[in-house]
């Protein structure tokens, strides 16, 4: 699998350049890193474990897929003896939120005051 097929962009565009959140958004823009997010929601795993849910992926196409993740500050690694874990890091994830989600909610609330309003 070649690198733009794992990071879903080209080299010109490479998730290590650009803004942090342009980071989070390529990172989330690739169904494989949405659903190792999923896995890591209910806690922290080994990279091994990692690769145990994806039995589809070789462990080099998961680690390559883990590194964009890594880049986004989705994920962070901490290395326990010979293993490295790895932890959600929801920090990125908020910041888009609190950016984009927040305001459209919010806008979305007062229409819907204002219609009730009427």
């Given at each position: 699998m070649?690198?733009?097929q794992v990071n879903?962009?080209?080299?010109?565009?490479?998730?290590?350049e650009g803004s942090?959140?342009?980071?989070v958004?390529?990172?989330l823009?690739?169904?494989t890193?949405?659903?190792?997010?999923?896995?890591?929601?209910s806690?922290?795993?080994?990279?091994?474990q990692l690769?145990?849910?994806?039995?589809?992926?070789?462990?080099t196409?998961v680690l390559?897929?883990l590194?964009?993740?890594e880049?986004?500050?989705?994920v962070?690694?901490t290395?326990?003896?010979?293993?490295?874990?790895l932890?959600?890091?929801?920090?990125?994830i908020?910041?888009?939120?609190d950016?984009?989600?927040?305001e459209?909610?919010?806008a979305?609330?007062?229409l819907?005051?204002e219609?009730?309003?009427?």
């Amino acid at each position: 699998m070649s690198s733009q097929q794992v990071n879903g962009s080209t080299d010109a565009d490479s998730p290590a350049e650009g803004s942090d959140d342009d980071r989070v958004f390529k990172a989330l823009a690739n169904s494989t890193r949405r659903r190792m997010l999923d896995a890591l929601k209910s806690g922290s795993c080994s990279t091994g474990q990692l690769c145990e849910h994806f039995p589809e992926l070789d462990r080099t196409t998961v680690l390559q897929h883990l590194r964009v993740l890594e880049r986004a500050g989705l994920v962070i690694g901490t290395r326990i003896g010979r293993e490295r874990h790895l932890t959600l890091a929801p920090l990125p994830i908020k910041r888009i939120h609190d950016r984009w989600i927040g305001e459209y909610a919010r806008a979305a609330v007062e229409l819907l005051d204002e219609l009730d309003s009427k």
